[in-house]
């Protein structure tokens, strides 16, 4: 499914692109150069602003590539660009090597950005719920 989204950039260079067709991810590239030293965080500007249409959600996530080789995540999981924001977008990226810092160079891709729609709940309390197979076995239930 395509959706049409409004999208202001600092230049062409940082208009989000899939790696390959098909993927759900479009990549982000960094607008400054910087060094991030081991155990810390920085938000890394990425060069664009947009206006998600209500009903939908920007979703950030780390490379896994940098977070496999380098260490480097998200500090807060997934990053959560609201249809109402219309600042510059910035990943907050932490160094988690215990000894070498991380280079940014300017136009490195460092993120992912997916947009997907929204479901607006509106909650039903009630005094029970459906019994389901899985019931309320948590974490390590299915075995490690």
Not at 58 to 80: E, K
Not at 116 to 129: A, K, S
């Amino acid at each position: 499914m395509e959706k049409q989204i409004k999208i202001s950039v600092a230049s062409e260079d940082y208009i989000p692109q899939r790696a390959k067709p098909g993927d759900a991810g479009c990549d982000l590239k960094s607008r400054v150069e910087t060094i991030i030293p081991p155990h810390m965080r920085a938000g890394i500007p990425v060069g664009i602003q947009t206006e998600i249409p209500e009903g939908y959600v920007g979703l950030i996530f780390a490379r896994s590539g940098l977070a496999l080789n380098y260490g480097i995540q998200m500090i807060n999981g997934v990053g959560v660009v609201d249809p109402g924001y219309r600042g510059e977008y910035k990943v907050a990226i932490y160094n988690s090597d215990d000894h070498n810092a991380f280079k940014v160079n300017e136009g490195d891709r460092i993120a992912q950005l997916v947009i997907v729609p929204l479901i607006y709940p509106i909650w039903q309390v009630v005094g029970e719920l459906s019994d389901s197979e899985r019931g309320t076995d948590g974490f390590g239930s299915t075995g490690v």
